[in-house]
């Protein structure tokens, strides 16, 4: 799905400008890294998030996780007692 229909020119080096909207939008700035990926529509360019900012980002997810591993702990506990 196309969003925007940007088209920007590539300069005597291989650079070429990133949007500022695509920039705020992705929170690019000087210094991130980007990785490109060729697929079969064409080329992606995608974010590499720094470690540090993945730190605490699973806060919200935390209980839901816990509360699995509860129901997977006694689902094998009902299992086993079912094996004997």
């Known amino acids: ?10 300069t005597a080096k291989g650079t070429v ?3 500022a ?3 705020r939008k992705y929170k690019l700035k000087k210094g991130s890294r980007v990785k490109f990926v060729e697929t ?4 992606l360019l995608v974010p590499i ?4 900012e993945l730190f605490g980002i699973d806060k ?3 209980e839901m ?8 702990q006694e ?3 009902r299992e086993a007692s079912e094996e004997k």
Do not use: C, Q
């Not at 079969?40 to 080329?43: A, F, K, V, Y």
């Not at 998030?49 to 540090?52: F, I, T």
């Open 49 to 52: 998030v720094p470690l540090e």
């Open 40 to 43: 079969e529509e064409g080329i």
């Open 1 to 10: 799905m196309v969003k925007n229909d940007l088209s920007y020119t590539i």
């Open 75 to 77: 689902e094998r506990k």
């Open 17 to 19: 400008t990133i949007p």
């Open 21 to 23: 909207e695509i920039r």
């Open 65 to 72: 996780v816990f509360e699995m591993i509860r129901e997977l």
């Open 60 to 62: 919200d997810a935390k």
